[in-house]
């Protein structure tokens, strides 16, 4: 048969040489270079409780933002939902009543904001379609659990932490 | 017999018997470290400060697991099987000499379960039967893999032995006795075997590698080719037992190297210790010297099987029949020129 390209190389198999099959030195060799490996410095974070620094656009677990009055400014217009290519991300919108004026900036809010971790890809489309700038993908590596409904992260878990009252 | 004889061996058997199953549980934690940080990272951490209390927590897990006989097994050979492989892995520490005979208020215990004069035939007896644990454990699990394992696993303790034996010939030729205690009198100070017999040394290691199963002669438990080896159907304790055996096996082997060729609890310097130290404690510190020798070996077969790829089975056995076999009676041949060489002259 033709070759088909003519890239072809022909191995060569040289039988071993005495030295080879002794297998001695080179396996000198091998244990010289292992037990310089014995004493590097081991490449191993201890995860927990070191953390690896990011990078600045790290993408990470999600917050809701409050604005400098300490409001939450997510609107619940639903873009972010409507973005995200992974589906992650469901709310249920409430209309603000007088007396919330300090907990909320616009008349509406997201009574229930839920993304689901399991779901998200941290591509961050969310966090560009925001309007508010209420949602960020500035938070830590989300933790480790072990049933899917602990993976659903509600307002309790995504909303920044309030103002200190002065 | 007095009594307190009785109770002197009796003490001296449960501490042997204590020491070499508390390194047989630590040798799997050393060798979990030593693999890691051959590999630069860091290994077991989490259980205990720096994970030392690791092989308790495999060990509780090993006992809890549910234990499992293949329906189709012979389920007495089944059983006998990891039995047979501690066994013969604790039987062979009875000969070799831990330390010189310790002076306690007036009284002199030799640290030596028992000193038969044919020390070296038994230990290479105690070393061939630990071939049928792994024998039977494969025959009666009733798998084809666990049966090529038991096969394999014969096959080369039956081919390593022999340049093994021949190897302990040319080292009987220089000691002119086969009991350890009086080879290891005889390597006093710095008068170690490894210095008369170096390729003798080095043929009796590889052999020991391969009589252990340790890598790179691990060829009875490779995990790629026959999933786990002659241990596949077994779990729960049963397991742990062939797995303890193995680092059992190692430490035997490691106290008989140190023994038969690095002088054993001898060192250098050690009459003026003894003069020093006094009686009680200098033999004490002569089997601590011992200790540190045989830590050594285990580190060094750890060390080889995190560094060279298992052999493959024809390789193995041209190594063995081709290689170690002839080299093994030159080395003999050698020796007992040079031997009848001094005599003569």
Request: contains cysteine; charged residues 20%.
């Amino acid at each position: 048969m033709e070759p088909l390209t003519s890239k072809k190389k022909v191995l060569e198999q040289k039988p071993l040489t005495f030295a080879e099959r002794m297998y001695l030195p080179a396996i000198m060799k091998g244990m010289s270079i292992t037990i310089s490996h014995f004493f590097k410095k081991e490449a191993t974070i201890r995860y927990p409780e070191v953390e690896r620094e990011f990078s600045t656009n790290f993408r990470g677990m999600h917050s809701l933002k409050r604005d400098e009055d300490g409001r939450e400014r997510c609107t619940a217009c639903g873009l972010c939902a409507l973005s995200c290519p992974a589906e992650a991300i469901t709310m249920i919108a409430a209309e603000r009543k007088p007396e919330e004026k300090e907990l909320y900036r616009e008349e509406k809010y997201a009574a229930v904001y839920e993304i689901n971790m399991l779901r998200c890809i941290f591509c961050g489309l969310c966090e560009e379609a925001c309007p508010k700038e209420a949602i960020y993908l500035d938070g830590p590596i989300v933790p480790a659990d072990y049933l899917r409904k602990d993976f659903i992260y509600g307002k309790d878990k995504l909303v920044e932490a309030p103002l200190e009252k002065k | 017999m007095d009594i307190s004889f009785v109770i002197e061996k009796f003490i001296l058997v449960a501490i042997i018997f204590g020491i070499s199953l508390l390194i047989a549980m630590y040798s799997t934690y050393a060798e979990r470290k030593v693999a890691a940080f051959l590999q630069d990272r860091l290994g077991p951490d989490r259980a205990g400060p720096f994970g030392i209390l690791q092989p308790l927590a495999d060990g509780v897990k090993m006992f809890m697991k549910e234990e499992i006989i293949p329906a189709n097994s012979s389920k007495w050979l089944f059983m006998v099987g990891p039995g047979l492989a501690m066994l013969t892995a604790c039987i062979g520490t009875a000969v070799i000499p831990w330390g010189s005979p310790i002076t306690i208020g007036g009284r002199v215990i030799p640290l030596q379960v028992t000193d038969i004069n044919v020390g070296i035939l038994y230990i290479f007896g105690v070393v061939s039967l630990g071939v049928y644990g792994v024998m039977i454990g494969g025959w009666a699990s009733n798998n084809k893999y666990s049966l090529l394992s038991a096969i394999r696993a014969a096959s080369q303790n039956i081919s390593y032995e022999i340049a093994m034996g021949l190897s302990i010939i040319a080292l009987l030729l220089v000691t002119g006795t086969m009991s350890l205690k009086e080879i290891t009198e005889q390597q006093h100070g710095w008068h170690w075997n490894v210095l008369y017999q170096p390729v003798g040394f080095i043929l009796f290691m590889i052999c020991a590698f391969a009589e252990t199963n340790r890598a790179p002669f691990d060829l009875p438990e490779c995990e790629t080719e026959l999933i786990g080896g002659y241990h596949t159907e077994y779990s729960s304790m049963k397991l742990g037992f062939y797995l303890f055996a193995e680092y059992i096996n190692m430490f035997v082997s490691s106290a008989v190297m140190a023994t038969l060729y690095f002088g054993g609890y001898n060192y250098p310097g050690m009459d003026s210790m003894a003069v020093w130290l006094g009686p009680t404690w200098a033999p004490l510190f002569g089997t601590f010297i011992f200790f540190m020798k045989i830590f050594a070996f285990i580190f060094f077969f750890m060390w080889v099987r995190w560094t060279i790829p298992r052999f493959r089975y024809d390789q193995l056995m041209h190594l063995g029949w081709k290689m170690l076999i002839p080299l093994a009676i030159a080395n003999i041949i050698v020796t007992g020129l040079v031997i009848a060489y001094i005599e003569k002259f």
